[in-house]
């Protein structure tokens, strides 16, 4: 299947740098801690599109003396700042002046402490712009080119056109021009909207940071993203709501062990942009079963499918862990993860059902062995092969069997539960949770078995997604997915043959399990627009253990 990027519109950038307001904020003070120093001076700036839309400008009264340190540093003396204005006086305008911008500042943590700290004393909230750190950018972008990164430093190493003395006006003057620097520098790391420009600082200093080009194309819609090898082969397939920040967040917030070995190989990533996260999870379940990824985990374990099988063609049936299901009149379970897992729902259904557990296969009226086998001894199992066994009454612990199976489940989930219960009261704690862990495995088996077989009987159905985006499956399987207006288009993967088969295949079963998870999740958003087959369940609703699924 080809991947396509597509051309952008500014819509996908989120917020485009070349619109974003940026307002540069510089203080001088008259110490380095904000609860028991003050401000002596304010110096910002406002720029958009690389042009200054306004400066502001003003001393400060600290209502206390000026360290002579602080004067031979930044020239501001006491008789300088005595007519000034109190800080109470300039927030009111300063605020006004900054209004919904974007603070950017060198080192601005030390900045925004100053001025949170005065907005508390005069009762008002603390600043809640989104920001940006200069200084932070300077260490992921140029650290290597320069001996350190004080502002005067970077200010003389790239030649900004104003130059920092200590004075706020001028500093915040010089930080605008590193801005620019460094947004020019940030686009080699494939930084075009300001959520990019926000989460550099962390992904900056990631090993892989250069692969950080890769997601330039990403947009932020949902779809699917494959990271590919050199030979393009993919490595991984994932999904998102947002591909490019969920692909951007492995370069930064995403610290699980695969992750390293995973970008250290990729050399390129595409994606498919998706109408809805319905398609976006569908394509994602296709393309993991068709290239069977390395990295990924989910959908890449098929081949450790088994199926619980009742052996109905026998004249004693019992219950069998399988690979493959064959068209031999046996009732099928699952598929299941594995078979530890598919052994599990038997020693469930064996705990509340006596049926035989040897392997033998037995004509009624055959004789096998003399005596009964152990755990018939015991009395947890029906033993046909000693011929102590009418067929007749095996046949109704069968039929016990099947209809808990099929439409009875409360035969063999409330008998657990019973029997959990009664060993926890008697304080036999580990085996009622070896109980529970039983009835738990076998009541989400059944609980998956009862919503793919709902959606195997649903027919033709249509939603509307409620965003314009319609949907069709044919038998829980998506077919076509369209924006209202277009022409119905489907998704970009063909997907898994329809079965009418008594058990549920491997490939159909990820389907829709992926269908019907997206379905319990979205009931509520979605309209029906036409349904030719039965979508509503009549079988009687599963105990509380299935949510433990």
């Known amino acids: 299947m080809a991947f396509v990027a597509g051309q952008r519109s500014f819509d996908d950038l989120g917020s485009p740098l070349h619109g974003v ?32 839309l306004g400066t502001f400008q003003t001393l400060v009264n600290p209502g206390c003396a000026i360290p002579r340190s602080i004067t031979s540093l930044t020239g501001i003396t006491e008789a300088m700042v005595a007519p000034a204005p109190r800080i109470e006086a300039v927030l009111p305008s300063l605020l006004e002046f900054i209004g919904g911008s974007v603070l950017v500042g060198h080192n601005l943590r030390f900045d925004v402490s100053f001025l949170d700290a005065a907005l508390i004393r005069g009762g008002r909230p603390r600043l809640a712009n989104t920001t940006i750190d200069t200084c932070a950018l300077a260490r992921r972008l140029v650290r290597e080119e320069v001996p350190d990164c004080r502002l005067g430093t970077l200010a003389s190493r790239f030649r900004l056109d104003h130059r920092p003395t200590h004075r706020a006006l001028d500093d915040a003057l ?5 801005l620019h620097v460094l947004l020019e520098r940030a686009a080699a790391f494939g930084v075009l909207g300001l959520d990019d420009l926000v ?20 947009p932020r819609a949902a779809g699917v993203y494959v990271f590919r090898d050199r030979g393009g082969r993919p490595l991984y397939v994932g999904k998102a709501s947002n591909l490019r920040s969920r692909v951007r967040s492995y370069f930064s917030s995403d610290d699980r062990r695969k992750i ?20 976006a999870a569908v394509l994602e379940s296709r393309l993991i079963s068709l290239h069977l990824p390395r990295y ?6 098929r081949s450790r499918y088994a199926y619980v099988k009742l052996t109905m063609g026998e004249a004693f049936p019992r219950l069998s862990v399988v690979r493959v299901p064959r068209s031999d009149g046996g009732l099928y379970v699952g598929p299941v993860s594995s078979t530890r897992a598919a052994q599990m729902v038997i020693d469930a259904i064996e705990t509340v059902v006596p049926l ?13 062995r003399a005596a009964p086998c152990a755990a018939a001894q015991l009395g947890v199992a029906l033993c046909p092969c000693a011929g102590a066994v009418a067929g007749g009454r095996y046949r109704d612990v069968v039929e016990i069997a099947r209809r808990g199976l099929t439409s009875e489940p409360a035969l063999l989930l409330e008998p657990l539960q019973e029997r959990m219960n009664a060993l ?13 862990d039983r009835a738990a495995a076998l009541a989400s088996t059944l609980f998956r078995q009862r919503r793919t077989e709902q959606l195997r009987q649903s027919g033709t159905i249509e939603f509307d997604l409620g965003n ?43 389907e829709l399990s992926c269908v019907a998870s997206w379905l319990d999740k979205n009931a509520r958003r979605v309209r029906l627009i036409r349904c030719d087959g039965t979508l509503a369940s009549v079988l009687p609703a599963l105990s509380e253990l299935s949510r433990r699924r």
């Open 21 to 52: 307001t940026f307002c540069v904020v510089d203080l001088e003070t008259t110490g380095g801690s904000a609860a028991d120093c003050s401000i002596t001076e304010i110096g910002a700036v406002r720029l958009r599109g690389g042009e200054c």
């Open 174 to 178: 010089a930080t605008g021009d590193l």
């Open 199 to 218: 989460s550099l600082p962390r992904m900056g200093g990631h090993p892989q940071a250069t692969k950080l080009r890769l997601t330039a194309q990403l």
């Open 260 to 279: 390293g070995p995973l970008l250290r190989e990729t050399q390129a990533i595409d994606h498919v942009v998706c109408r809805s996260t319905l398609e």
């Open 296 to 301: 990924n985990r989910q959908g890449t374990g």
């Open 356 to 368: 035989r557990r040897c392997r033998a296969s037995l004509r009624e009226g055959q004789v096998t």
């Open 424 to 436: 926890a009261g008697a304080e036999r704690f580990e085996e009622a949770a070896d109980v529970r």
């Open 468 to 510: 314009g985006t319609r949907v069709e499956l044919d038998g829980g399987r998506l077919l076509r997915a369209w924006s209202v207006g277009e022409l119905s288009l489907g998704v970009a993967c063909e997907p898994p043959e329809a079965s009418d088969a008594e058990w549920l295949p491997a490939a159909l079963a990820d």
